[in-house]
Nanobody, 123 residues
Framework: QVRLVESGGGSVQAGDSLRLSCAAS????????MGWFRQAPGKEREYVGR????????DYADSVKGRFIISRDNAKSIMYLQMSSLRPDDTALYYC????????????????WGQGTQVTVAS
């Protein structure tokens, strides 16, 4: 079992940058493939991106490619989401998630979730 806590959300202007963090505890962080998801009011939870256990392989949704970068530091048990060129439609509650076995773009593939951190982008 691993516990996840997101942080770094806030309110910014369109075009600004923001870095989210996901701190893990309870189990060795390197055992888990990780993902980022987001959910806006009235919408379904949306895939943002993922990173494998070593950090060598990443994948992103088309809507964030070229703007968001996922990284992880296994020594510190932290995963990051660096966001740039933010748009109003990036506004959502952002979640990090850990997969103990399967790994992919579906939320159902992930076993553990953080509480979420709010990102609000004004035009």
């Amino acid at each position: 079992q691993v516990r996840l806590v997101e942080s770094g959300g806030g309110s910014v202007q369109a075009g600004d940058s923001l870095r989210l963090s996901c701190a893990a505890s309870g189990r060795p962080f390197s055992e888990y493939d990780m993902g980022w998801f987001r959910q806006a009011p009235g919408k379904e939870r949306e895939y943002v991106g993922r990173i494998n256990w070593r950090g060598a392989v990443t994948d992103y949704a088309d809507s964030v490619k070229g703007r968001f970068i996922i990284s992880r530091d296994n020594a510190k048990s932290i995963m990051y989401l660096q966001m740039s060129s933010l748009r109003p439609d990036d506004t959502a509650l952002y979640y990090c998630a850990a997969a103990a076995s399967y790994w992919g773009r579906r939320a159902e593939s992930y076993d553990f979730w953080g509480q979420g951190t709010q990102v609000t982008v004004a035009s």
